[in-house]
């Protein structure tokens, strides 16, 4: 797929992975759309990016993916690659809580059934398109849980299962491309309750899937997950 010339709108693009998918995609040439549910925030991350856009709203609510979908058709009708980037987790331990159910119904939503819900919602939109992609960022936490993150992990396992299935379904057609990126622990806000000073920089990520892209590598691996690759 080509790596210039796209517009591209991403999910949680305010901080973290999300801004630095920003920041790279926007320096290639590509015309940048992000979302946060923080309005202030999203004002900050457009500073730092080149006649770029933003979309406020929460996609863990279906009215704001719903909306925001609609707004991406209707206003930014360019827009063939999504990132389904925002994502919800609670680090915690098992024996810890009596409301493990609670966190793990959070975390599915925004992790797995918004996602899906809002593919949905755009994929007959991108399908139109000469060339397009939707890449889901998913985690080491796939191949690997932790008992810190009982049920973030698992709902990382139903994305990439999802995302597995959505590429095999769409395989023979030529002009979309379904990415899954596995970044391993990262440097960001997000990531802070769990040790995250010390991951990795979130530019890692974002430039290994800038690579992957250019290679139409699907499957995208980055620091330690790429021992879950051998091949790759």
Do not use: C
């Not at 926007?26 to 900050?44: D, F, P, S, T, V």
């Amino acid at each position: 797929m080509k790596t210039t010339g796209n517009t591209v709108f991403i999910s949680g693009g305010s901080a973290g992975i999300g801004l630095a998918l920003a920041k790279k995609l926007n320096a290639e040439g590509n015309k940048i759309i992000i979302n946060g549910r923080n309005e202030e925030r999203l004002q900050k991350a457009l500073k730092e990016l080149n006649n770029a856009s933003a979309i406020q709203g929460d996609l863990a609510i279906e009215a704001d993916r719903i909306r925001m979908a609609e707004e991406l058709k209707t206003q930014y009708p360019d827009v063939n690659i999504i990132f389904n980037n925002a994502g919800a987790a609670f680090g915690y331990l098992l024996s810890d809580t009596t409301n493990a159910h609670e966190k793990a119904v959070a975390e599915m939503n925004t992790n797995y059934f918004s996602i899906i819900h809002f593919t949905e919602l755009l994929l007959p939109h991108l399908l139109q398109k000469e060339e397009a992609a939707i890449a889901n960022v998913s985690s080491i936490a796939v191949f690997r849980s932790h008992k810190f993150l009982p049920t973030y992990s698992a709902s990382k396992a139903a994305l990439h299962s999802y995302t597995t299935a959505l590429r095999q379904t769409y395989e023979e057609v030529r002009n979309i491309e379904i990415y899954e990126i596995y970044p391993p622990l990262v440097n960001t806000e997000f990531s802070a309750e769990i040790g995250g000073e010390n991951g990795i920089p979130p530019s890692e990520v974002a430039n290994e899937f800038f690579t992957a892209l250019g290679k139409k590598q699907f499957d995208v691996p980055v620091g330690d997950a790429k021992q879950f690759f051998p091949s790759l």
